[in-house]
């Protein structure tokens, strides 16, 4: 905007992005975090040891308890197709407690499909100041948030990292011969597949495709992330993403 301090531009990413974006700089105490978590009923999807939504909780209860150890406000967000638990910031223990409970307790009724715009422009209306908000999905959406303006607005102005969290199945089908029956947990509707080594090239390259894209578009962003899957060691894998976001 006219007037702005042209030493606050971020050179690289207005670059990158074909407009221009200003860098934020705020005190430590004035950063709040926010936790936008998906609830959809894919979430519950498990073929180890825990599902997705069980991942969340973990990964949701570390945020919460290093925000508490550094004195910082913590929020909650979590969507299927529309916002369903909406928490706002603050400290304390019983307060991450509270925020907890609810998180676990959560099922959803009517809403199971997963919709993430809602929830962007929900963040958007309701982040006065500058935040950390850590998105954590699948990213399995039909919508493509990276052409839409409510997403370039969010990540300008605030501190965007998305947690991906997988489940093996969803990387590789298994080997073996037979048929692999499907069911999808957001609209009931059912597949049948062979193992094939043709079918297995398949769906293997075609989720990769997905991954890539996805990824791509986090790089062009500038945007720190993470990829979890449910049969890894998540506290390992988030430390080192906070090590190097510290470099």
């Not at 299927?80 to 019983?94: M, S």
């Not at 890539?212 to 390992?236: N, S, V, W």
Request: with cysteine.
């Amino acid at each position: 905007d006219f007037g702005d301090d042209t030493r606050k531009i971020d050179w690289n990413a207005t670059a990158r992005m074909g407009y221009t974006l200003i860098k934020n700089t705020h005190e430590e105490k004035d950063i709040d975090i926010f936790v936008a978590a998906d609830l959809s009923n894919s979430m519950n999807f498990v073929t180890g040891a825990h599902s997705k939504k069980e991942l969340l909780l973990y990964i949701t209860a570390m945020l919460a308890f290093s925000a508490l150890s550094d004195q910082m406000r913590i929020g909650f967000l979590g969507f299927t197709d529309q916002v369903e638990v909406e928490i706002d910031p603050k400290k304390g223990r019983g307060h991450l407690w509270t925020l907890l409970n609810r998180l676990w307790d959560f099922t959803p009724a009517k809403h199971t499909t997963t919709r993430i715009m809602p929830t962007l422009e929900r963040l958007r209306q309701r982040l006065s100041r500058m935040s950390i908000v850590f998105l954590i999905s699948d990213f399995f959406f039909q919508e493509n948030m990276f052409e839409e303006v409510v997403f370039k607005q969010l990540v300008s102005k605030n501190d965007l990292i998305p947690i991906i969290l997988n489940d093996p199945l969803e990387t590789e089908l298994p080997e073996g011969q037979g048929f692999l029956r499907f069911r999808d947990l957001e609209t009931g509707q059912q597949q049948c597949i062979r193992l094939s080594r043709k079918n297995r090239l398949i769906y293997s390259e075609h989720l990769r495709q997905q991954r890539r894209d996805l990824i791509t578009h986090f790089y062009q962003y500038g945007l720190d992330f993470q990829e979890i899957k449910t049969d890894e060691p998540f506290y390992e894998l988030l430390y080192s993403l906070f090590l190097m976001r510290k470099r």
